[in-house]
T-cell receptor, first 115, second 112 residues
Framework: GAGVSQSPSNKVTEKGKDVELRCDPI?????LYWYRQSLGQGLEFLIY????????KSGLPSDRFSAERTGGSVSTLTIQRTQQEDSAVYLC?????????????FGSGTQLSVL | GDSVTQMEGPVTLSEEAFLTINCTYT??????LFWYVQYPGEGLQLLLK?????DKGSNKGFEATYRKETTSFHLEKGSVQVSDSAVYFC???????????FGKGTKLSVIP
């Protein structure tokens, strides 16, 4: 597709369940990011992938969060044993290269609601 | 660490009013500065950027000037339209960094 695609667009789950969020970056983009947008909190960096390098996981808030990127393309963010404080919009972004001046292209996000 | 502080919203303006959204930053070295915009129901998109001191980024009638002496990157538009209603995020990338650090966002509503 032409842009970054995320699925599902909305996810409602029960506390304690696991969820998987998917991101399809723009074809050819080597850098992929996950951010979390919480109400009143702005955007919080979660994890970054660049090519075949080890990902930067420094933003993951707990060990319940993990992510992978298969074949340098699609990425999946997994949240295990979800908690109510995990409710947020999860945004994926990609860029052609990871340079300082490169702009990020964002998907529309997955709205996660944990009941 | 790097941080961005921007004007808290929400901001409500009448059409054709002048807009300023303040943004200041803390970073070592020479960061690149960005404004992203999120229209209702859409993903964030880059509005403008500036990569060195005194640079002015501009797009769609919006402008922001990279002021290193005041560590600021305020967003301005001379005459807002209803279609400018959105959430605006100031952001920076530190020198040599790949990661964007965002402000909390400012919601702008423009009424006819």
């Amino acid at each position: 597709g032409a842009g970054v695609s995320q699925s599902p667009s909305n996810k409602v789950t029960e506390k304690g369940k696991d969820v998987e969020l998917r991101c399809d970056p723009i074809s050819g983009h080597t850098a992929l990011y996950w951010y979390r947008q919480s109400l009143g909190q702005g955007l919080e960096f979660l994890i970054y992938f660049q090519g075949n390098s080890a990902p930067d996981k420094s933003g993951l808030p707990s060990d319940r969060f993990s992510a992978e990127r298969t074949g340098g393309s699609v990425s999946t963010l997994t949240i295990q044993r979800t908690q109510q404080e995990d409710s947020a919009v999860y945004l994926c972004a990609s860029s052609l290269v990871p340079g300082q001046n490169e702009k990020l292209f964002f998907g529309s996000g997955t709205q996660l609601s944990v009941l | 660490g790097d941080s961005v502080t921007q004007m808290e919203g929400p901001v409500t303006l009448s059409e054709e009013a002048f807009l300023t959204i303040n943004c200041t930053y803390t970073a070592t070295g020479y960061p690149s500065l960005f404004w992203y915009v999120q229209y209702p129901g859409e993903g964030l998109q880059l509005l403008l950027k500036a990569t060195k001191a005194d640079d002015k980024g501009s797009n769609k009638g919006f402008e922001a000037t990279y002021r290193k002496e005041t560590t600021s990157f305020h967003l301005e538009k001379g005459s807002v339209q209803v279609s400018d209603s959105a959430v605006y995020f100031c952001a920076l990338k530190g020198a040599g960094s790949y990661q964007l650090t965002f402000g909390k966002g400012t919601k702008l509503s423009v009424i006819p």
